[in-house]
Each structure stands twice: as C-alpha cells, then as structure tokens.
C-alpha cells in the first residue's frame, strides 16, 4: 500500500514540474491568452458557436502560442474547463462569444 501512495506522489510531482516548467517557458501575458484561449475552445459547442480553423491557427501563431508548452498549457485549460466546470452559464458564452468574435475566432 505504502508502495502505491509513493509511487503516485512521484507521479504527482513530475507531472507538477513538468507542468510548472511548461508555465516558467511562457510569459504572463501568454499564460493569459492560453487560458483564455482554453475557455472559449472548450465553450464552442456548450454555447453554440463556431470557431473557424483557420483564423485559429493564425491567432494561435500570431501571438505567440505554437508551441508544445503553450499546447499543453490550453489543452489542460480546455479539458479542466470542460470537466470541472460542467455548462458555462449564459454569462460565460456571451463573454465567450464576444471574445471570440473580437479576437477573429469566430465562424460563420
């Protein structure tokens, strides 16, 4: 029993540092953006719009976010987003909306 605990502490913990070391290689405004970035991804279909790929991949390259870190930094906001919180509120997708559509995310 003692085994398993140590075993997943260790496992814990190096999932930590990677994630803080991923946090360190992105500056605050870049944390910010990601985790924006998460929420309206992970509100699309609560909400009921639609993100256009391609003015997606450009944003994403434009202010900074393509690479592995910042990958990983949104899908981990976009999966707690997802799973923690459950349905945004009507508040959420009209902010969600409105970010989206001023940041040049949103689809047709």
Request: proline letters at 3%; aromatic letters at 8%; a negative charge.
């Amino acid at each position: 029993m003692n085994a398993c605990i140590t075993l997943f502490s260790a496992v814990g913990i190096a999932v930590l540092a990677g994630s803080s070391s991923a946090r360190a290689d992105m500056s605050f405004d870049q944390r910010q953006a990601a985790s924006g970035l998460g929420k309206i991804l992970a509100w699309e279909a609560p909400c009921g719009y639609k993100i256009d790929q391609s003015s997606l991949k450009n944003y994403y390259q434009k202010i900074g976010l393509s690479t592995p870190e910042a990958f990983d930094y949104v899908s981990t906001e976009e999966t707690y987003d997802q799973e923690e919180h459950g349905n945004p509120s009507a508040s959420d997708c009209t902010m969600a909306v409105t970010t989206a559509r001023a940041s040049g995310l949103l689809g047709k």
